[in-house]
């Protein structure tokens, strides 16, 4: 890891591992994106830059200043001064005009990596000095009296760029910010394909790839989450790139509300990546005196194919992101009542749940939504969080404590952000939702939204869920939410002030869970919305795991874990085995599988044990063994992809391996039989080619063999055909 500075060539060179980012300064101070790749080992690289080509730099050709704007590959892309591809940032000053230019002023370097004010963001752990290095960047646009402070970090263990932008207004009056990207990124890149993960509540995440096109393809949300529907990552890859080959290029965005996620190819063939803040129903009046800082997007590039990609967003966010001690720390294994019981449910009943659980080696009870108010339907009460006490007979101490005297963990849900239309919450205080005057608000899921803009709802929010926790020695939370933004209105922000709810609300929750995670440092948080409405990096920073889908059926789960997989570690994803027929899908798989696919998260249970046959019971005991055996290796491992369902239309699978190469799990999971076939062989992938490993699998006829490395990379092992559909095979390898 090494920053520097090159004087002679005016370049900034960053070094992260074995991938250097180089920036070049223009003789006008121009801020230009030189090479994001392999280290090149060139300091004469600035001529990449294409400022001794026509149509040349402002000063040597001012009457073509325009087309110089219009190709020149910019760091931080500024609205209405000749750049007509999209921009990163557009400002209107106090007397109504828009138009940017940053001018490069001068730059300092800093040890570590600084975090942002009230927002996540990747970190040097506590005493690991020298484990990362911040440059600054700072500019200026002289009209408008902004100063942009652009930050790059590198880490010393890490292949990725972190990059964020602060905006000072140094003058007299305010400026109106009506675009702030974080980041930009401009190459060249000739018959390329966009990877982007889409989806919709139940699907989300799912890959897809398409070629660029000319023209820009945007992902994006102005949901006020991130959302089941895009997601804020974005990359591009050569055509040839795969999963272990091929050159990648990927931006992900460390924030939780609306974004922008964009690949714009212009009239010479080049391509343009951008990602920040969704400018949709975005204005932010920046006082004098004043700063705004974006949310940071991490930058990776691979030459390695996804594999390598995501290996290494899966150790910067272990490494630099997820602060819970959960992050190397057992996750007990949960049960959580809601597909078992949803509303119906009382003390009696949950006790049933835990003890049969228990009993299995299930070692957490989660009481889902339904337990306040007089919450029997998803209807009414999001507010009032008062234990229903005609539910909970004895109160929430007595089930607590009943759970705990059967050596098992309490957990509980919220949906906090939430108010209901049918609460005393909202009788109270109307005003505190969010809405428009005159307009009846929007319902979904009957229910409306909590403007979190106004100090006084963060408190009583934060009271509300503190005081629960409080009352009992509660281990787990689930913070859900379950709607998405619409009337986005805020009696508390003035009118000049509508324009920055959507972020001002992220903030707010960012508040909220910071203050839970100080408070509560030993709480379990797992985030959920709507299933995984709000799987994003942000996130991470509070809670080690995020419920990934409301869908629970193992097949689908193959598809929108792939494409979560892809980002996160498997540690982050929140995986469940439910009952069958599965109550989205009705499908009805093997309990081994869906062992199988939950093993590859956070494994737990969603269904009513007590009705469990025998049979299942006794598997549980037997997934239980298993989770306990390989937890490690799955939460710590590198993970690596063989194949996929979503391409092949056959069979999936997938391989963890420990980083010291020593163990290795691979999950196979034939999703159709077929007939006529013969066994199907797999090269594995990530082994010590010279080591020698034993193998063991519960279906394997290879059981108990020992083959080297180089053999199950290279040649291969054979997975038997299995009889029937969405059969799985664990098989797990040691070195002898
Ligand atoms: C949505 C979540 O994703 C579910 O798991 C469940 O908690 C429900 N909300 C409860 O309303």
Known sequence: MRIEYLEREKLFRLTAKDTEYVIGIADERYIGHVHFGKKMGENRCGCLLRTE???????????????????????????????????????RSSDGFRGCELHYENYRTVDGKPGLPGMPATFCREGEDGAGMTLELECRDKVLELKVILRYSVFADSEAVIRSAELVNEGKGPLYLERVLTACMDMDMEGGDLLTLGGSWARERHMARRP??????????????????????????????????????????????????????????????????????????????????????????????????????????RGHLIRSPYLHRKRPILINNWEATYFDFDTEKLLEIAREAGKRGIEMLVMDDGWFGDRN???????????????????????????????????????????????????????????IPGREPVQSRAQYVLDLTRPEVVDYVYESVAGILRSAPISYVKWDMNRQMTDVGSAYLGREHQGELFHRYVLGVYELQERLVREFPELLLENCASGGARFDPGMLYYSPQIWCSDDTDAIERLAIQEGTALLYPLSAIGAHVSACPNHLVGRVTPFGTRGHVAMAGTFGYELDVTKLPEEEKRLIEEQVKLYHRFQPLVREGDYYRIASWNENHKYDCWQIVSKDKREALLTYVQVLAEPNGHSRKIRLKGLDLEAEYRLEGDQLAKEGQIFKGAFLMYGGLLIPRMQGDFTSVMIYLKQV
């Open 53 to 91: 080509e026509a149509p040349f730099v402002p000063s040597k050709n001012l009457r073509d200043k325009c087309s110089f704007a219009d190709a020149f590959p910019a760091e931080y892309s500024t609205w209405g001064v000749g750049d007509y591809r999209d921009s990163c940032l557009n400002v």
């Open 212 to 317: 660029l096109a000319f023209g820009k393809q945007m992902v994006s949300s102005f949901r006020g989450e991130s959302g089941h529907q895009d997601h804020p990552f974005l990359a591009v890859m050569g055509q040839d790139a795969g999963q272990d080959r091929g050159e990648i290029w990927a931006m992900h965005f460390v924030y939780s509300g609306n974004f922008m996620a964009e690949a714009e190819v212009n009239q010479f063939g080049m391509v343009r990546l951008l990602m920040g803040i969704n400018p949709e129903g975005f204005e932010w009046v920046l006082k004098p005196g004043e700063a705004f800082a974006t949310p940071e997007v991490v930058c990776v590039y691979s030459d390695e194919g996804l594999g390598k990609m995501s290996r290494i967003f899966h150790d910067l966010y």
């Open 377 to 435: 339907k998803d209807e009414g009460y999001l507010g009032d969080w008062e234990v229903n006490e005609k539910k909970l007979s004895g109160g929430l101490p007595y089930l607590v404590e009943q759970v705990k005297a059967l050596g098992m963990e309490f957990g509980i849900w919220f949906e906090p952000e939430m108010v209901s239309p049918d609460s005393k919450l909202y009788r109270m205080h109307p005003d505190w939702a969010i809405r």
